[in-house]
C-alpha cells in the first residue's frame, strides 16, 4: 500500500533552526531536520486564515499527496514504480513524427521534449518551473497511463555518497534501475561547459544488471562529455542505443554534500531566487559543478548529456530531489517564492528578455501549458505535492 498521507503534527510545528546547529548534525538526520522545517514554515502559512478559508476539498498541506526518499519505498513499492517506467518506455509514442523522428515511446516523448528545449530551459529564469512542471507531468503519465498508484520518489544525494553503487538507486538489483556500466577504459569526462575534468570510474559502458539491462535507448546523445562517446548529429533522430553509466564518487563526494544543501537552502545562496538557482546548478567557471550538474555527473555515460539526460530513468528523481530543495527553499522563505530571475536562454546567450511568471511552460504532447505562476506553489491546484 503506497503512503500518500501521513499525521503531520509529528512534522509541524518544529523550532526553526539555523545553519550553524544542522550541519553539527548527522548529514541524513540535518537534511530531514531541514524538511521537517520547511513542513513547519508552510504549516503557519497554512494557519493564515485566508488560505484556511479555502474549501477542505482544495489542496493543502494536510490532504497533498506524498513524495518520498526512494530509500524508504519497500520493495514492493520500487518494483511498482519500476514497472510504470518500463511500461512507458514500451508504450508507442505520441508526438508527430515529423517534430521526432527518432521517438520510438511515450517515455521517448519526454525525452524528445527536454532535447528540443535544452538551451531555453538551463541557466534561465524558467529552469525550476519548468523541470517541476515535466517531472509532474512524469508522475502523472506513470499514473494515468502505466497504472502506478504511488507518487513520485526523489533520490537522497546523501546516500552513499562514498560509492554510489552501493546505493539502493545503483546496486543493480530487481530493486534498483540498474547499476554500472561495464568497464570501458576512457579518460573521465568533462564536466561544466568543459571547466571541470571529471576522472573516470568504473564503468562508462553498458549496465550490466537490474531491470534496464535490456532497455534500448532510442535518442541522443546529443553532447555527450564522456571520453569516446560520439554526439548523434540528428538531435531527435532514431539512434538506439544501450543505457551507459560511469557511477562518480568522485562526483558525489565533492558536490552532493549537505554543506552545499545548506548554503542554497537557509546559509548565503538562500538570499535571492537568483542566487538559489545560481548556486544550484552551478560555477562552472570555478570549477563548482553545483548540486544539479553534480547529480546528473553521478550517473555518468549517457546521463551527461545535458540535452538527452532524461534519457536515464534516475533522471526524474534526481530532478524530484531539485524540486525538493526548490520547495523547501521557497518554504523557508516566503516573501520570494513567488519570484522569478534570469532570461530566456542559455547563460543569456544569445541576449534575451528577463522571464516572467506570464511565461508558458510548453511539454509538447506530455501535459498542457502552463503559465509559470501556476507552478510556483506545489499546493496549487495544477500540483499539489509536498515532501518529507
Known sequence: MHLTKIAL????????????????????????????????ALQLQY????????AASQCNIFNAPIRQDWNSFTSTQKKEYIAA????????????????????????????????????????GNFLTWHRYFVKAYETALRTECGYTGYQ?????????EDPSKSSIFDGSDTSFSGDGAFVAHNGSVNGAGYVYIPSGN?????????????????????????GMKPFPDHLGYNPHCLSRDLSAFTAVNWLTLENILNVTVGVASQSVLAFQNELQGRFADGFLGLHTAGHGVMG????????????????LHHAMVDRLYWVWQALHP????????????????????????????????ARSLKIANLLDTL????????I
Not at 111 to 121: D, Y
Not at 220 to 225: L, M, R
Not at 380 to 387: A, H, K, P, R
Request: hydrophobic share 40%.
Open 85 to 124: 517506467v518500463r511500461c512507458m518506455q514500451t508504450k508507442p509514442s505520441i508526438a508527430d513524427p515529423t517534430f521526432a523522428p527518432g521517438a520510438r515511446s511515450r517515455y521517448d516523448d519526454f525525452v524528445a521534449v527536454h532535447i528540443n528545449q535544452t538551451l531555453s530551459i538551463h541557466g534561465t
Open 9 to 40: 503534527p509529528a512534522f509541524l510545528g518544529l523550532p526553526f533552526i539555523s545553519a550553524k546547529p544542522l550541519a553539527a548534525r548527522d548529514d541524513g538526520k540535518a537534511l530531514q531536520d531541514l524538511n521537517n522545517q520547511a513542513l513547519s
Open 153 to 161: 520518489p526523489y533520490w537522497n544525494w546523501l546516500d552513499h555518497r
Open 301 to 316: 555515460g549517457v546521463a551527461g548529456d545535458l540535452y538527452g539526460s532524461p534519457v536515464d530513468p534516475v533522471f526524474f
Open 335 to 366: 516573501s520570494m517564492a513567488k519570484t522569478v530571475a534570469g532570461t530566456l536562454t542559455l547563460f543569456n546567450e544569445p541576449p534575451s528578455r528577463d522571464t516572467s511568471t506570464c511565461d508558458l511552460i510548453d511539454l509538447g504532447v506530455n
Open 380 to 387: 496549487g491546484s495544477d500540483l499539489c505535492y509536498i515532501y
Open 203 to 227: 564503468g562508462g559502458g553498458c549496465v550490466t544488471s537490474g531491470p534496464f539491462v535490456d532497455y534500448v535507448v532510442n535518442l541522443g546523445p546529443v553532447a555527450p562529455i564522456q571520453d
Open 47 to 54: 494557519n493564515n486564515t485566508a488560505i484556511q478559508a479555502r
